[in-house]
């Protein structure tokens, strides 16, 4: 089985349909999707339409929970809470109540747990940042794999069978039966690591292996959608920036 699972493509529609038309082309089973459809971007109905018809696997982000309410915003960026206010006033009935029906967390689907922030505590959006960080959250899922978003930052963190915790090199790489995994598949509308090109992950169950691909997409096009609706300059140019 090949799984394509996406994160953090937060209202950009461009980044979402150059991503959509390559797990087509890379003949994918399932899709998953690891929260932050919203925020920051010029296309939420766009992007929860596209999303609804593309997979029913999905978890909430702390930008779609933040624009129903369901969290707190105070801690925030004013860019941040300028785009949720934003998207709140323009989001579509019917896609108050999806936000409304996301899960926080997916704990078991096939050997994978599925988590928009970090197994501990979900609720809190905490950060995996450090190695620390991931051994403690390796003991709050089951799973041999969890996929999480949150940091726009694609990164993979191995336990192995010796409790070493180290991060994996390498675009494509082996899951191994007697390691556990911590896999960040980075952002598909905002990518933070100095890359502009989306991220999304591909993990095939059968070759027992998965790999981050990155690819470009027309930065160019939402930028200008974004200028249109005067969101705030400093989210439109750091899309260029990868940052
Ligand atoms: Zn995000």
Redesign the pocket.
């Known amino acids: 089985m090949r799984y394509a699972i996406l994160s ?1 493509i ?1 209202s950009n529609l461009e980044a979402f349909d150059a991503a959509e038309k390559d797990l087509q082309k890379e003949g994918v089973d399932k899709v998953f999707f690891l929260g ?1 459809i919203v ?1 920051y971007g010029p296309n939420p109905n766009e992007c929860i339409e596209r999303l609804r018809g593309l997979t029913d696997i999905v978890v909430a ?1 702390n ?1 779609d929970y933040a624009v129903i309410g369901y969290t707190d915003i105070t801690y925030f960026n004013k860019y941040a809470m300028a785009v949720i206010e934003w998207t709140e006033k323009r989001l579509k009935e019917e896609y108050i109540e999806y936000l409304k029906k996301m899960p926080l967390i997916i704990p078991e689907i096939e050997n994978m747990t599925l988590v928009h922030s970090t197994p501990y505590k979900p609720q809190e959006w905490n950060y995996i940042t450090t190695l620390f960080d991931a051994l403690e959250n390796f003991n709050f899922f089951k799973q041999q794999l969890c996929f999480i ?2 940091s ?1 930052q694609p990164v993979v963190i191995v336990l192995d069978a010796d409790s070493r915790c180290y991060v994996e090199r390498g675009e494509t790489f082996k899951i191994r039966k007697d390691a556990r995994y911590i896999i960040n598949v980075g ?1 598909v509308g ?1 990518p933070r690591d100095g890359n502009a090109d989306l991220s999304y992950a591909i993990y095939d169950s059968d070759e027992s292996s998965a790999r981050i691909k990155r690819l470009s997409y027309d930065i160019k096009k939402v930028q200008a959608k974004m200028r249109d609706e005067r969101l705030p300059a400093y989210l439109i140019h750091r899309l260029e920036e990868g940052l």
């Open positions: 953090d937060h932050d925020g982000g930008h978003g949150h726009h952002s905002q």
